[in-house]
């Protein structure tokens, strides 16, 4: 079945670096753009980052840009999120998800799904 | 800050109908989907496009949009349906942004 499994969490110190990865599983992984999206301790979701299906194209959210990084290796199945220079406030689960959308008359749909279990990253000294 | 505003906490009887809204200028260009999120679980696509429902998901679950609003009915809530439940949609900068989330509770 199709699924995505985040590995790579852990505890770091403020500072410090840290390397997310996703594996996808039961589709085809090089024609879909994957995201990062991120939820803190009792706190809502907050999309992170998106990466085109042949990482032609990433996108941040604000919080992150210039500190993360999306990547993929098609050759792998695999996703990425390089999180640099981390700081408290990035500390959340975080989970990986598959873009789907398509076009119609009335205009563009945009979700997310399937979501990978989610991998809880600390950032605390 | 998000750009789609939710109800906070919503309560509903259990078998009656609850509609949970999602408010945002962006939700006038682009169509809202639907998330479901049960304590200590990932979250789960329970609505999409125009109203449209995964696989597996109750006919229960419906959408529908009018203007900067988005809406996911519930109608006739059971037990399970107990969860938080988030929008998501565009921001100004055509990122995708998620609502701020609405418990459902089921009494």
């Known amino acids: 079945q199709v699924q995505l499994v985040e590995s790579g969490g852990g505890m770091v110190q403020p500072g410090r670096s840290l390397r997310l990865s996703c594996a996808a599983s039961g589709f085809t992984f090089s024609a879909y753009g994957i995201h990062w999206v991120r939820q803190a301790p009792g706190k809502g979701l907050e999309w992170v980052a998106v990466i085109w299906y042949d990482g032609s194209n990433t996108y941040y959210a604000d919080s992150v840009k210039g500190r993360f990084t999306i990547s993929r290796d098609n050759s792998k199945n695999t996703l990425y999120l390089q999180m640099n220079s981390l700081r408290a406030e990035d500390t959340a689960v975080y989970y990986c998800?598959?873009?789907?959308?398509?076009?119609?008359?009335?205009?563009?749909?945009?979700?997310?799904?399937?979501w990978g279990q989610g991998t809880l990253v600390t950032v605390s000294s | 800050s998000s750009e789609l505003t939710q109800d906070p906490a919503v309560s509903v009887a259990l078998g009656q109908t609850v509609r949970i809204t999602c408010q945002g200028d962006?939700?006038?260009?682009?169509?809202a989907s639907w998330y479901q999120q049960k304590p200590g679980q990932a979250p789960i696509l329970v609505i999409y496009g125009k109203n449209n429902r995964p696989s597996g998901i109750p006919d229960r679950f419906s959408g529908s949009s009018s203007g900067n609003t988005a809406s996911l009915i519930i109608t006739g809530a059971q037990a399970e349906d107990e969860a938080d439940y988030y929008c998501?949609?565009?921001?100004?900068?055509?990122?995708?942004?998620f609502g701020t989330g609405t418990k459902v509770t089921v009494l």
């Open positions: 998800a598959r873009d789907r959308y398509y076009y119609d008359s009335s205009g563009y749909y945009n979700w997310f799904d399937p």
């Open positions: 962006s939700l006038r260009s682009y169509f």
């Open positions: 998501n949609s565009r921001d100004s900068s055509s990122n995708p942004v």
